[in-house]
Nanobody
Framework: QFQLVESGGTLVQTGGSLNLSCTTTGYPLGDYSIAWFRRAPGKEREGISCISKDGSGTDIANVVWGRFTISRDFSSNTIYLRMNNLRPDDTAVYYC????????????????????WGLGTQVTVSS
């Protein structure tokens, strides 16, 4: 078992950009689809984006489509979430989770069940 670790969250102004990272040590993530979720104060957890185990397929929520991009670097065992044109309603704690994929799939879906959640990283967007 392993736990993912998120980083990169901070305070940023509206319209700014951030790059979040998700990784773990001592455990290769190549057999896992990885997803980013977020939880804003007083709201339900929300799926943002996921990436397939081979990195070729992604799923992204409409609310961030065109502004956020997910990617992964197998050499560093890291999954990134690039966030552009940030808005105050993007303020949330961002978490990453993993789903073990046995087969050679080239897609992912945010409705899948993800595990191994990290403690999250806080993103605050000021107006």
């Amino acid at each position: 078992q392993f736990q993912l670790v998120e980083s990169g969250g901070t305070l940023v102004q509206t319209g700014g950009s951030l790059n979040l990272s998700c990784t773990t040590t001592g455990y290769p993530l190549g057999d896992y689809s990885i997803a980013w979720f977020r939880r804003a104060p007083g709201k339900e957890r929300e799926g943002i984006s996921c990436i397939s185990k081979d990195g070729s397929g992604t799923d992204i929520a409409n609310v961030v489509w065109g502004r956020f991009t997910i990617s992964r670097d197998f050499s560093s065992n890291t999954i990134y979430l690039r966030m552009n044109n940030l808005r105050p309603d993007d303020t949330a704690v961002y978490y990453c989770g993993a789903a073990y994929i046995r087969s050679q799939t080239t897609y992912c879906a945010l409705h899948w069940t993800f595990y191994n959640w990290g403690l999250g990283t806080q993103v605050t967007v000021s107006s």
